[in-house]
């Protein structure tokens, strides 16, 4: 479960960024910050894009020191 994966990635780069997805800080090459409180994330190589619900830009801006 995504979840448990999260716990025993925790004090990684790796961050919850929406219900079904965790991401790694340091594969980040983009973000797109929007007015309705989303973020927009571009990964390395430009092929993946992901989007962080509200729920977690706090805990994405945190680990990235925003």
């Given at each position: ?29 983009a973000l797109d910050l929007s007015l309705t409180g989303t973020i927009k ?26």
């Open positions: 479960r995504l979840y448990e994966l999260e716990e025993e990635l925790s004090g990684t780069r790796f961050v919850r960024v929406s219900h079904s997805e965790l991401v790694n800080l340091e594969r980040i090459t994330m571009t990964l390395a190589g430009g092929a993946a894009i992901c989007y962080a619900s509200r729920r977690y830009v706090k805990k994405i801006k945190q680990a990235l020191g925003l």
